[in-house]
Nanobody, 117 residues
Framework: QVQVTESGGGSVQAGGSLTLSCVAS????????MAWFRQTPEKEREFVAS????????YYRDSVKGRFAISRDNAKNTVELEMNSLKSGDTAVYYC??????????WGQGTQVTVSS
């Protein structure tokens, strides 16, 4: 069982920045692929960004490219999502997902990000 915990959400004005953090338990963190998703009451959960266990294969949804940056620190079992130039459309609950090397998937409880215009 992998415990996944997000933090760093909050309220910010449009154009501002926030950094989300996610900690995943387990001694094999360096083998996990990590991703961020987000969800609003009006939409299904959507992909935001991912980073492979190698730390080099990274993907972003088009709407956040150039504004968001995902990174990982295997020594701290942590993945971060740096969010800049935030827009009201980025308002959502952000979830961290862990995918282990044997195909198991774990989700965190989510952290709220609210961007006011």
């Amino acid at each position: 069982q992998v415990q996944v915990t997000e933090s760093g959400g909050g309220s910010v004005q449009a154009g501002g920045s926030l950094t989300l953090s996610c900690v995943a338990s387990g001694r094999l963190f360096n083998m996990y692929s990590m991703a961020w998703f987000r969800q609003t009451p009006e939409k299904e959960r959507e992909f935001v960004a991912s980073i492979h266990s190698n730390g080099e294969t990274i993907y972003y949804r088009d709407s956040v490219k150039g504004r968001f940056a995902i990174s990982r620190d295997n020594a701290k079992n942590t993945v971060e999502l740096e969010m800049n130039s935030l827009k009201s459309g980025d308002t959502a609950v952000y979830y961290c997902r862990t995918s282990t090397d044997n195909g198991q998937v774990y989700w965190g409880q989510g952290t709220q990000v609210t961007v006011s215009s």
